[in-house]
């Protein structure tokens, strides 16, 4: 059955399935299509669920990622990214990784409060915090609470460098205060495409805008003078990496500075929702997917190793970084992101303090 017509297919959702929440012990199964396990099977509304957390700064030791603080204003995701690796982090608030993650989200009112209390520590040392560490500072619901224009708000008050990663058009609502930190060397914006083919995106990310959207914001980004760059992610081989020339280019003719991609990876239970999306939308080569993904991670869906987790190893790894250094070179020679500066940060936001 076509994968549009799959009646038991949750249109507009990403995961078609609610994983075993493994810290939980005890689990619903589905026996029987009515009664009481309806209410599993029905693609519900999105849940908002509020969070008063007591700080909002994460502090994170991976070799992996360049940034060691980051803020996650939200936790879950509505854009609902098949691959997405913040599934996993959702069974930490007694979710499920699944459909759990795109339609219960925790949201966090009082992150800028937070975020001001650590400017403010005695003896703080400002670096770079990135917006998105986890799950998109600009999904959807952000339109309406602003969580993360609030954020920015206190960065530009702060003087403090940011850098922002996301794969909405929201952004554009707040390039005014985006502005104001690139003129200081504040801010870097990182645009996440994954390609160009408008029905794979539909499938593999349902709630996100289109690619050609994305590149109109990258165009209005770098007219605002906003150094912008293009994140690939994650590139998934035998689905989209065919697209990273055509994907580069097509950034780089819209004003990118630079470049940067991820390998897929299926750790924890995101290894049963992809496997089971896969075989619903693509099954007539969901195996050969499958089997160059295993071969990017050791001969397995799932990988830990520092250093090759998100760029793996191997041959069909091998040619997926040939590829993506040949297109740098050819499409953005001469190009690169300024830095970050660390000089204008004033504490207290450049309020006098009292003497008491």
Request: with cysteine.
């Amino acid at each position: 059955m076509p994968f549009e017509e799959n009646q038991e297919y949750f249109k507009g959702r990403g995961a078609q399935v609610n994983t075993h929440n493994r810290f939980n012990k005890h689990k619903y199964v589905t026996e029987h299509i009515e009664g009481l396990d309806e209410e599993m099977l029905e693609n519900a509304a999105t849940q908002l669920i509020e969070e008063h957390p007591k700080k909002i700064v994460s502090i994170s030791d991976s070799p992996d990622l360049p940034f060691m603080y980051s803020i996650n204003p939200y936790q879950g995701c509505e854009h609902g990214c098949l691959y997405c690796y913040a599934r996993n982090a959702h069974e930490y608030w007694g979710f499920s990784a699944g459909l759990d993650f795109e339609r219960k989200i925790v949201v966090k009112r009082n992150a800028a409060a937070l975020l001001e209390e650590f400017f403010n520590k005695k003896g703080y040392k400002p670096q770079p915090i990135m917006l998105s560490g986890n799950t998109d500072c600009y999904q959807p619901i952000e339109r309406k609470l602003k969580i993360t224009r609030s954020l920015l708000e206190v960065f530009l008050k702060y003087k403090h460098p940011v850098s922002i990663i996301s794969k909405n058009n929201l952004i554009a609502r707040d390039i005014d205060i985006l502005q104001e930190l690139s003129r200081l060397n504040l801010v870097h914006v990182t645009v996440t495409i994954n390609s160009l083919n408008e029905s794979l995106r539909q499938k593999m990310e349902p709630r996100t805008v289109t690619a050609r959207s994305r590149l109109m914001l990258i165009n209005k980004l770098a007219s605002a003078e906003i150094p912008v760059r293009l994140m690939l992610a994650p590139i998934v081989p035998g689905l989209n990496s065919d697209e990273i020339p055509n994907l580069i280019k097509a950034a780089a003719d819209e004003g990118i500075l630079a470049a940067i991609f991820t390998i897929v990876r299926l750790n924890g239970a995101i290894s049963e929702i992809f496997t089971d999306w896969i075989q619903k939308a693509y099954p007539d080569r969901a195996e050969k997917v499958l089997h160059m993904i295993a071969d990017c991670h050791g001969g397995k869906l799932n990988d830990t190793r520092w250093g090759k987790r998100m760029r793996g190893d191997g041959n069909v790894a091998e040619s997926i970084h040939q590829l993506f250094r040949i297109s740098v070179n050819r499409f953005l020679k001469g190009r690169q992101l300024p830095n970050l500066n660390l000089d204008h940060f004033t504490p207290s936001g450049g309020r006098q303090l009292g003497l008491f």
